[in-house]
C-alpha cells in the first residue's frame, strides 16, 4: 500500500505533551518527515530521519517510528505550534512519493 | 538563505497548457534533486514529480504521468513544469521544493507556490 493515514484533528492544552502519529507499509521500509503548515503559509520540515531536527526547529519537536507507525511528538506544546502536520515517506523508487491527509493541531 | 521563487501559474482553460518556472538561490542548485508539490484549495499536499540533480533520474504521479514533464537548467538555477492537457482537477498550489540530497529522497525547503486555476 503507498498511503499514509492521520488522525484529522488533535488538540491538546497548552504547555502539554501531543503525540501525532501516521500509520502505512512504506513505514516499515522508511522514516517519515514531517512537515508543518500554517496557513497561507508554505509548509516547513521539522523532522526528518530517524529524529533529525532541521536547524531553527525547537527541540520540543521529536519523532519516532515503530513498524508502520512514525508518530511526531511536541513535548510542551505553544500556541504557536497550532498548524497542520503532514506526514510523508518514500516509496519503493525512492521519491518522496506518499502523504499523509494531514493532522490539524488545535491548542487549547 | 534558500529561496525558491515560482512563477507561471493562472487561470487557464481546460486542455490547453502552462509552464511553471522557479528560480533557485542560496544554494548549489546542481547538487540538489527538486520537486513539484501541490495542494488543491483546502486540501492536503500531493507529490507531483522529482528530478535528481543531474536530470537522470525523473519520476511523476500517477495523475499526471503523461501529461506533465519536469526539467531544470543547472546553468540558471532553474526548475521547471510543463502541464498539458490540464484538467479541473490539477487546480491547485503547485510548489517548488528542494530535497536534501542529489537523488530524489526527501523534501527540506518549500517555494511559497504558484496558483494555478483550470476552468472555463
Known amino acids: 500500500s503507498s498511503e499514509l493515514t492521520q488522525d484529522p484533528a488533535v488538540s491538546v492544552a497548552l504547555g502539554q505533551t501531543v503525540r501525532i502519529t501516521c500509520q502505512g507499509d512504506?513505514?516499515?521500509?522508511?522514516?517519515a518527515s514531517w512537515y508543518q503548515q500554517k496557513p497561507g503559509q508554505a509548509p516547513v520540515l521539522v523532522i526528518s530521519g530517524k529524529n533529525n531536527r532541521p536547524s531553527g526547529i525547537p527541540d520540543r519537536f521529536s519523532g519516532s517510528s515503530s513498524g508502520n507507525t512514525a508518530s511526531l511528538t511536541i513535548t510542551g506544546t505553544q500556541a504557536e505550534d497550532e498548524a497542520d502536520y503532514y506526514c510523508n515517506s518514500r516509496d519503493s523508487s525512492g521519491n518522496p512519493r506518499v502523504f499523509g491527509g494531514g493532522t490539524k493541531l488545535t491548542v487549547l | 538563505e534558500v529561496q525558491l521563487v515560482e512563477s507561471g501559474g493562472g487561470l487557464v482553460q481546460p486542455g490547453r497548457s502552462l509552464r511553471l518556472s522557479c528560480a533557485a538561490s542560496g544554494f548549489t542548485f546542481d547538487d540538489y534533486a527538486m520537486h513539484w508539490v501541490r495542494q488543491a484549495p483546502g486540501k492536503g499536499l500531493e507529490w507531483v514529480s522529482g528530478i535528481s540533480w543531474n536530470s537522470g533520474s525523473i519520476d511523476y504521479a500517477d495523475s499526471v504521468k503523461g501529461r506533465f514533464t519536469i526539467s531544470r537548467d543547472n546553468a540558471k538555477n532553474s526548475l521547471y513544469l510543463q502541464m498539458n492537457s490540464l484538467r479541473a482537477e490539477d487546480t491547485a498550489l503547485y510548489y517548488c521544493?528542494?530535497?536534501?540530497?542529489?537523488?530524489?529522497?526527501?523534501?527540506?525547503?518549500w517555494g511559497q507556490g504558484t496558483l494555478v486555476t483550470v476552468s472555463s
Open positions: 521544493a528542494k530535497d536534501v540530497g542529489g537523488s530524489c529522497s526527501v523534501v527540506d525547503y
Open positions: 512504506s513505514l516499515r521500509s522508511y522514516f
